[in-house]
């Protein structure tokens, strides 16, 4: 790795930090021609993984049944040198457990809609992630390889 890459990499708990202080991440699966399939999706961290809930007949989930391999992106920054993200090449584990997808479900929804608690969503929350647990599948993305940045570190900041 070349020192100005080197320079600009996160640590450890830097990439944790960044990944626990964002809601969205990019998801691409490889397409049946190929071609990635990206989407963006919410996201919690859980046990330092990526993990976030979808449709269990959606695009993604079909490509992920046939080839688990996947990048997920998450970034931030508007400016060249606020630029921060974190790429990570890895597996996706689909679990079809309804109290996991639950649970990955009640976290994302608590993210989502930036409150402290799932109590705090209401009845009307609650039954609807309920609801929904039922269509879903959950999403654990196991890394193979990890790549960071942080282009404030290029101005010291």
């Given at each position: 790795m070349s020192a100005g890459r080197e320079k600009v990499r996160l640590s450890e708990a830097e990439v944790q930090g960044l990944l626990e202080g964002n809601i969205k991440v990019q998801v691409a699966a490889n397409g049946h021609d190929g071609h990635p399939h990206l989407t963006t999706l919410f996201y919690v961290v859980r046990d330092g993984r990526i993990?976030?809930?979808?449709?269990?007949?959606?695009?993604?989930?079909?490509?992920l049944e046939r080839d688990p391999?996947?990048?997920?992106?998450?970034?931030?920054g508007t400016d060249y040198f606020e630029l921060r993200g974190v790429s990570i090449e890895g597996r996706a584990e689909i679990v079809r457990d309804r109290e996991t997808i639950l649970e990955i479900g009640k976290a994302v929804s608590v993210r989502m809609f930036g409150v402290d608690s799932f109590e705090a969503l209401g009845d009307v929350g609650a039954q609807t992630v309920e609801k929904q647990a039922d269509k879903r599948v959950g999403v654990i993305i196991h890394p193979d390889r990890v790549a960071s940045w942080d282009h404030r570190k290029m101005t010291g900041g």
């Open positions: 993990a976030f809930w979808t449709y269990g007949r959606s695009q993604k989930i079909v490509n391999r996947v990048t997920a992106l998450v970034e931030d």
